[in-house]
């Protein structure tokens, strides 16, 4: 048990009773190792804090600068970072220590006992993150989300909730088994070979000539920008909140030191990057708190690294909400009782709602006077959503402000035929209905086209109903390789066409890395409304073996003037060796697929030997290929646009996001049988003709236009009918709204005599009041008698 060396380091075996009952640790050399911890882990963010907020409040700001402010904890997810890397650095301290005094490698959590590891948890804060909460099951909590997720599972409070762990299909591979990113000793082989750099890589697979692209026959840019919406409502992994090394105080932006958290990317030889330095700057993530040791107790298990998610598990449209309980309050306009999402005071878009600004004054967004070259340009903070990349890129954006204005619709439209409701109830519903609609859009509409026929019949077919044993939980693999495969059918452009659905003569399509962070260009360049026409009005980019990445993505992710941009497709890798995701192989087998052994085996699977001969001219063998290039080279799974492994991971996490969530719009009690009908004829086209002025759109808006997805008039596309949301306030299946509220709708009807019933009465907001009270009509534009 080395006990002589306890003794020389302090740590006494102290009996649990004789310890004090505040927040002291059982020894006085622990104590010593967590304060020092303290101060570093403080010291570290207070300074990264302030420079990275000096670095973006700058006229130019950089890429990577932009990225960690992108990537940043906020609010809960902070602290539980912060708590993380109390506990991680005072065991890095005792490790190093206990080192230094016996000269050769000890486990420094093997030297602690159960019950000093489980006060250091306590006074890091970790023990409060693993701790089940209480759910006292009101009826608000059965019938409405939590903000955070927390209590969806009743048994198991924290499933699905935010700012928990990712959950893990297959072990993690760590280079030391627990904790080091794949490929940190650049000189250990994996299966007899080296890993490649990731941007070697990238150079040698992924590099296309934008004027080489093909356009996607069949689905629009609207599956592309969409499927990044649904992922900014799954996942969300923070960086590490310090910019330098917590060991030694190397800044991660000005060394390629590989020192916790820097993980930089190194440049190949001969890479047109190294005239500017010699790696791009990346940050390790946040690890999850606990995680990361040697073993938990004497000749434990390694406790291997895990990472946080700070969002929801569920479809519950988090990206417009948040995912923490003080973002949503932010969100929401609390001086009226309408239950609605704040509003932008400033600008509107012809009238129509515009996000609110973000309070945080930074210079990110601040590029119009650079890109217009007019020095009396005004420039706009950016914008705040739900979700901190909001201002990503302008079609982003787009997708933000439509859902906004639908809740605010909703609320609107539920207080006039529910005059009693209060302001949280009206929130809390025109929420729920949210939440239906991004559920159906996504497993009806949007998956039938990602994950093709197969996938779709064996996981995703009829709803099996809600199972508790079931974890929804976002898994590592789904969240750092998988659901990036839609980075391969970006187009190089973001269309913006005009009422015929050609280029928008004022405001013509912008270049991709001239969208990010521009939110200016909503503001002064049309709305959102050229943005919208271009996502379901143009083809995606279709990803080919031989036309891979864009540019854009590929030398100027987030490229402002003359800085050294990013790579999308090395920043996909370096991240899936962060968090210790196992190769190609190893997630073909989880899938029950074949595992090719050599380039005949592998140019079959991929149905073409070329591109199989330069993978293992760089991996050496398949097993070792990083499980995001692999699955976005394979060819596609019928009827979807991705291969067989990305379509089964895809698959397997939502068909468990589904079973897992008590609040599943199609569980019984959850809505009514009315209420679901009515949610069953919406669509995203819906979405777009209610809260804009588009007046034409296809039904399908996932799908190319065509002879069978022609443009339709929104007169003639379904909306909701709230009807069956309508309170009654009295026993009787034939009673009535109060006299008042059922004059008023006379007062109205009378008053629109002779309008056409449809967008009339859309405009007029009576719709709704129409079918709540038995009025029917017919919407092909008879007039009211």
Not at 149 to 164: Q, W
Not at 474 to 489: D, E, G, M, P, W
Request: glycine share 6%; aromatic share 8%.
């Amino acid at each position: 048990m080395h006990f002589s060396v306890l003794l020389m380091l302090g740590i006494c075996l102290v009996p649990a009773e004789l310890k004090p009952a505040n927040e002291y640790l059982g020894s006085p050399f622990l104590q010593r190792s967590f304060e020092e911890a303290r101060k570093i882990v403080d010291d570290a963010y207070k300074y990264s804090r302030e420079e990275s907020l000096r670095r973006v409040r700058r006229d130019v700001v950089s890429p990577h600068d932009a990225l960690r402010l992108l990537k940043q904890p906020r609010g809960d997810t902070r602290s539980a970072v912060r708590s993380a890397d109390y506990m991680a650095q005072t065991i890095r301290l005792v490790q190093e220590k206990v080192h230094h005094v016996h000269k050769r490698s000890l486990n420094a959590t093997d030297l602690l006992t159960p019950e000093d590891l489980q006060k250091l948890a306590q006074i890091t804060g970790c023990a409060a993150r693993v701790k089940a909460p209480q759910c006292v099951t009101t009826p608000d909590l059965i019938k409405y989300r939590t903000i955070t997720s927390v209590c969806n599972n009743l048994k198991n409070p924290r499933l699905g909730a935010s700012n928990t762990p990712f959950t893990r299909w297959l072990p993690a591979e760590y280079d030391d088994g627990v904790s080091e990113p794949k490929g940190w000793n650049r000189t250990r082989k994996f299966n007899n070979f080296l890993l490649p750099l990731v941007r070697q890589v990238s150079n040698n697979i992924l590099s296309t000539q934008d004027a080489g692209i093909s356009n996607d026959s069949v689905y629009s840019h609207m599956v592309t920008l969409f499927g990044q919406w649904n992922d900014h409502d799954l996942t969300f992994t923070p960086f590490s909140p310090s910019i330098r090394s917590f060991s030694n105080g190397v800044n991660c932006d000005e060394s390629c030191e590989q020192t916790e958290p820097c993980t930089p990317i190194p440049l190949p030889p001969g890479d047109p990057r190294l005239s500017f330095s010699q790696c791009i700057p990346a940050f390790r993530s946040a690890p999850a708190c606990g995680t990361g040791y040697s073993a938990l107790n004497f000749g434990g298990e390694p406790n291997r690294r895990e990472q946080v998610n700070a969002l929801t598990a569920f479809l519950d449209l988090s990206q417009v909400y948040g995912s923490e309980d003080k973002l949503a309050l932010t969100l929401r306009n609390l001086t009226d009782d309408g239950g609605l999402l704040r509003v932008n005071t400033e600008f509107t878009d012809n009238g129509r709602e515009l996000l609110p600004f973000h309070s945080l004054q930074v210079q990110m967004c601040a590029t119009r006077k650079r890109v217009t070259n007019d020095t009396n340009a005004r420039e706009i903070p950016c914008f705040i959503a739900g979700d901190p990349r909001v201002d990503e890129n302008i079609g982003l954006t787009s997708l933000h402000t439509l859902f906004l204005r639908e809740h605010n619709r909703l609320a609107r439209a539920l207080k006039r035929i529910n005059p009693h409701w209060d302001s949280e109830t009206l929130y809390q519903e025109a929420r729920k209905i949210m939440g239906a609609y991004t559920q159906l859009f996504v497993f009806r509409d949007y998956l039938p086209h990602i994950v093709g026929t197969d996938a779709m019949r064996r996981q995703l077919g009829r709803y099996p109903g809600y199972n508790p044993a079931v974890d929804p939980s976002i898994s590592n693999v789904f969240a750092t390789a998988a659901y990036r495969f839609a980075h391969l059918a970006i187009q190089p452009l973001m269309f913006r066409l005009d009422t015929n659905f050609r280029e928008h003569p004022q405001f013509p399509s912008v270049p991709l890395f001239k969208a990010f962070f521009t939110p200016w260009r909503i503001a002064f360049e049309g709305g959102i409304d050229p943005l919208l026409r271009g996502l379901f009005g143009s083809p995606a980019k279709l990803n080919t073996q031989d036309h891979m990445m864009v540019t854009a993505l590929r030398d100027k992710l987030f490229q402002f003037v003359q800085h050294i941009s990013l790579d999308l497709g090395s920043l996909n890798m370096q991240r899936s060796r962060d968090h210790g995701i196992p190769g190609y192989n190893a997630w073909r087998r989880f899938c029950g697929l074949s595992q090719p052994k050599n380039q005949e085996e592998l140019g079959r699977v991929l149905n073409n030997n070329d591109l199989a001969r330069r993978l293992l001219e760089l991996y050496g063998t398949p097993d070792n290929i990083d499980v995001w290039l692999g699955g976005v080279a394979e060819p596609f799974a019928q009827g979807g646009r991705v291969g067989p492994l990305f379509a089964c991971l895809i698959a397997t996490q939502f068909q468990r996001i589904r079973q897992g969530d008590r609040l599943w719009y199609e569980n019984p009690g959850v809505f009514t049988t009315q209420q679901k009908a009515a949610l069953s004829r919406v669509t995203l086209s819906s979405i777009i003709c209610e809260n804009t002025g588009i007046q034409s759109v296809t039904r399908d808006a996932f799908t190319v236009t065509s002879a069978s997805n022609r443009l339709t008039t929104c007169s003639a596309v379904p909306r909701l009918n709230l009807a069956a949301w309508r309170e009654r306030r009295c026993s009787s299946d034939d009673c009535f709204p109060p006299n008042e509220a059922k004059a008023d709708i006379l007062n109205k009807l009378q008053s629109l005599k002779g309008k056409k019933v449809g967008e009339d009465l859309q405009d007029d907001g009576i719709a709704e009041d129409l079918e709540a009270n038995g009025v029917t009509h017919d919407v092909q534009g008879n007039e009211l008698q």
